[in-house]
């Protein structure tokens, strides 16, 4: 009898242990559901509910991994890096501190600190612990020349994977698309309205160009008909600003056609692209 | 089949154990339900947790929640604090205002629905109740003083006399406050009708009048030279061009005289913006005299 009752105590006890894991696992289910469904800020509530009441930590790396993603997923990089930090700290073994480290890095990124996660790239390059993962290193570094519009370098990084890789092709092909600004700019000083058709805005190039033979011609008219003071005021306030203005022209068509190219590679990573991204 | 007497005898201890059993089983499933991550302690405890990680937003939420199964002063204030910190300025207030009567949170209660009408810019209400001593403080009745005087700087209404204005802050810090007073009672505003009259006399000068100096050299040099050019130009029988630069003159003219007037608008609106950007940065790097706040 004595056998039995202590059996069913036991079986109770175990229930109960057993129950309490159930629920930490339901909570956890739970929120992943809504991390599943995109509502972020209610799967960041219920993640840290469960941080709270997880005394066995049995939860807590990938609990703080998933607030980290939902706050990225929220555009909130600060506070994703913040809960990345700490799930790269709870991690157990080399593959979950690879991911926690490769998410900061993805954060930074997307926030556009360069330069953190170059920093970051470089000391996980660095890291022999992770000599295996150089790809992976290499990947996130070519993203982030990307997003730092940097597309030569980016080329160069995932040509370091395969010289081959989609994304190498891209980025090459974006680095050529882009004109230069300085040739822009010089060949306008030579011919008014040069720097505007190699940007290819053509009719804005020859109406530059028209403006100033004509103010030109009005000018030198004004000086050989002895109307030096015309001559002076046409060329100062008519023809001069004419000339400058098609330096300008240029300068801003160049830095916009480069701006149109990126953004459109970038549309095209945004919204085509199958791989992995930031 | 027959059972032994041992056999039954076993049968029914189990029996008993198990009636015994049911109802430890159902209250061990039910205190499990209660104790449960949404039970309104656990709620009430994850809110607290929230709350000390500033978590402002979600605290409320779990605080809303506990609220509907327990009322608890401490749990109200905290409430309200987590309302009044996520700039829900009237809820806010609302909440502090059931916390005026019999218990330990009146004063600050009081002090923080005067904040909350503070921070939400309703500062003519705020006026009111300060002035009607609705509410009022024992404790925190110099602060409230305080923030009603700040309001005034704070918006378009008309000071009160100056010495009980200043009678409310210290005296390290009346010299200061003093000259925002002046500041705010006599503005250093330029008038946009004198701005365009001097600059229908003397082209520029309107500019000029406005702080806009360089501006107002080159229109009189423009408005001057261009009519010089028209002249020269009737004078030669270059009639075409003399009518051209006429009409370039009046372009030049009334456009000076327009835009000698919308530069004291503009004058007079850096004025304000940049006395309430003055007035911001002195009271909030002081907290606005605010006793500082413990949780």
Redesign the interface.
Same mark, same amino acid.
């Given at each position: 009898?004595k056998a039995?009752?202590l059996f +069913?105590l036991s079986f109770?006890l175990f229930a =109960?242990v057993i129950?309490a894991q159930d629920?930490l696992k339901l909570?956890f289910n739970y929120a992943n559901d809504l991390f599943k469904a995109e509502q972020y800020y209610d799967a +960041?509530?219920e993640y840290?509910?469960?941080l709270? =009441?997880d005394s066995t930590n049995t939860y807590r790396y990938q609990a703080e991994y998933k607030i980290g993603e939902s706050y990225k997923g929220g555009a909130k990089y600060d506070d994703a890096i913040k809960y990345f930090s700490h799930a790269e700290k709870d991690a157990q073994g080399k593959d979950e501190i690879f991911a926690a480290k490769t998410q900061v890095i993805r954060s930074n990124i997307l926030r556009r600190t360069t330069d953190r996660a170059l920093q970051l790239l470089d000391e996980l390059e660095k890291d022999s612990t992770f000599r295996g993962e150089i790809d992976t290193i290499y990947y996130w570094r070519g993203w982030a020349y990307m997003f730092a519009d940097n597309w030569k370098s980016a080329a160069r990084a995932f040509a370091t994977i395969n010289p081959s890789h989609p994304l190498k092709l891209l980025a090459d092909q974006t680095d050529r698309a882009k004109v230069s600004v300085t040739f822009a700019k010089v060949i306008s000083y030579i011919l008014p309205g040069a720097g505007s058709i190699y940007t290819g805005k053509i009719l804005s190039g020859l109406m530059s160009l028209a403006w100033n033979a004509a103010a030109g011609y009005w000018t030198i008219n004004a000086f050989t008909s002895n109307r030096i =003071?015309d001559g002076f005021?046409v060329g100062e306030l008519v023809w001069f600003r004419f000339y400058r203005g098609s330096i300008q022209n240029a300068e801003e068509f160049a830095v916009q056609k480069n701006i149109d190219i990126a953004n459109k590679s970038l549309r095209y990573l945004q919204n085509e692209y199958k791989g992995i991204k930031p | 089949m027959k059972l032994s007497a041992a056999h039954k005898n076993?049968s029914l201890?189990?029996a008993v154990?198990l009636i015994f059993?049911m109802p430890?089983?159902n209250f061990?499933q039910t205190s499990?339900n209660n104790s449960?991550?949404f039970s309104p302690v656990?709620r009430l405890?994850?809110g607290n947790?929230?709350f000390a990680d500033k978590?402002y937003l979600?605290a409320s939420?779990e605080f809303k929640e506990y609220l509907k199964s327990f009322d608890d002063d401490t749990v109200r204030f905290n409430y309200s604090l987590c309302l009044f910190n996520i700039g829900k300025y009237e809820e806010a207030s609302d909440n502090f205002k059931t916390l005026f009567y019999g218990n330990p949170f009146t004063e600050k209660a009081r002090l923080y629905f005067y904040e909350s009408y503070f921070f939400g810019k309703d500062y003519k209400e705020l006026r009111d109740l300060a002035d009607n001593q609705n509410y009022k403080s024992v404790l925190y009745s110099k602060g409230i003083e305080r923030l009603k005087n700040i309001s005034y700087l704070m918006d378009d209404s008309r000071l009160p006399e100056m010495n009980s204005f200043l009678s409310v802050f210290d005296d390290s810090v009346q010299s200061r406050i003093a000259k925002f007073y002046y500041q705010k009672k006599n503005p250093k505003h330029k008038n946009p009708v004198t701005a365009a009259i001097f600059s229908a006399i003397i082209p520029g000068s309107g500019k000029i009048y406005t702080g806009e100096i360089g501006d107002g050299i080159t229109a009189f040099i423009t408005t001057a030279?261009s009519a010089y050019?028209a002249y020269?130009n009737f004078k030669a029988d270059h009639n075409f061009r003399g009518w051209l630069f006429t009409g370039l003159t009046a372009f030049f003219y009334s456009g000076n005289v327009y835009g000698s007037a919308a530069s004291a608008q503009i004058y007079n609106a850096r004025i304000r913006f940049n006395f309430d950007k003055e007035v911001k940065i002195y009271f909030g790097e002081r907290n606005y005299f605010l006793p500082k706040s413990d949780y």
């Open positions: 009898m039995r009752a +069913i109770m =109960f129950q629920y909570q +960041i509530t840290k509910r469960l709270l =009441f =003071f005021v | 076993g201890q189990i154990l059993l430890i089983l061990a499990y449960g991550l656990n405890k994850f947790y929230l978590d979600r939420a030279l050019l020269s």
